[in-house]
C-alpha cells in the first residue's frame, strides 16, 4: 500500500511523513485519503519521488519497471552507495576508461 511504503521510505531517511510534507511546503490533509488506498495527485507523487529519491513506480507499486539490465542496475546501486566525495572521481574515472575502450575498439577495427 502506498502509504504504509511511504512511511517506510521516510523512516530510511530520518524523517516522517508529515515532516517531509512540511518539507515540500504541501498540506498534510490528504495523508487520510492515502491511507484509505488513495494516491496523491501526479504533481505531488513527483515532488515526493524526488524528495525522497526514488522513482514514481516503486512508490506507487512497490517494484521497479525499468528496462535496465542487471549490470546497469549494479553500477546505480554502487554509485549511489558511494560517499558524495568520491561520486564525482568515479564519474570521471569511468568516463575516461569509456572512452579509452572506444578508441581502443576504433583502432583495432581501422586497422583490422
Not at 41 to 55: M, N, P
Not at 69 to 96: G, H, N, T, W
Request: contains cysteine; proline residues 2%; glycine residues 8%.
Amino acid at each position: 500500500m502506498f502509504y504504509e511504503r511511504l512511511q517506510h521510505l521516510c523512516k530510511e531517511r530520518g524523517t516522517t511523513v508529515s515532516n517531509m510534507l512540511k518539507d515540500l511546503g504541501l498540506s498534510t490533509g490528504s495523508t487520510g485519503n492515502w491511507k484509505k488506498g488513495q494516491l496523491p495527485k501526479g504533481d505531488i507523487l513527483v515532488r515526493i519521488a524526488e524528495y525522497l529519491d526514488y522513482s514514481i513506480d516503486f512508490l506507487v507499486s512497490g517494484e521497479y519497471k525499468t528496462d535496465l539490465k542487471v549490470d546497469e542496475f549494479q553500477l546505480i546501486e554502487l554509485y549511489r552507495a558511494a560517499p558524495e566525495r568520491a561520486k564525482y572521481k568515479l564519474l570521471c574515472d569511468f568516463e575516461q576508461s569509456v572512452n579509452e575502450e572506444i578508441e581502443k575498439f576504433a583502432k583495432e577495427k581501422g586497422t583490422g
